[in-house]
């Protein structure tokens, strides 16, 4: 069984950062491609980044490429997702996801452990 706990959310204004993490128990993300999704009041679930288990490998929705950066410790069993240049239209919750493969992947269908998500909110 693996738990993923997500941290790092909260208010900030347009053109802040934030830096999430996702914290890895009860099995080591070694091997596991990892993936972080959102989803925004009234809205789908969608994919927002993803790396391979190693880190080499990254994937990035359009609307967050080259604002948002994905990386991973696996000593420490930790993901990280650093948001810069925010904007209102990326308030939504934030989910951490752990996949059944090595691949970075943008398929949610591919991940099989899920965090309880963390709240991103950004004003105007």
């Known amino acids: 069984q693996v738990q993923l706990v997500e941290s790092g959310g909260g208010l900030v204004q347009a053109g802040d950062s934030l830096r999430l993490s996702c914290a890895v128990s009860g099995d080591t993300v070694n091997g596991r491609a990892m993936g972080w999704f959102r989803q925004a009041s009234g809205k789908e679930r969608e994919f927002v980044a993803a790396?391979?288990?190693?880190?080499?490998?990254?994937l990035y929705a359009d609307s967050v490429k080259a604002r948002f950066t994905c990386d991973r410790d696996n000593a420490k069993n930790t993901v990280y997702l650093q948001m810069d240049s925010l904007k209102p239209e990326d308030t939504a919750v934030y989910y951490c996801?752990?996949?059944?493969?090595?691949?970075?992947?943008?398929?949610?269908?591919?991940?099989?452990?899920w965090g309880q998500g963390t709240q991103v909110t950004v004003s105007s």
């Open positions: 790396i391979s288990w190693s880190g080499i490998a990254t």
């Open positions: 996801a752990a996949a059944w493969g090595m691949s970075a992947t943008i398929r949610a269908a591919e991940y099989d452990y």
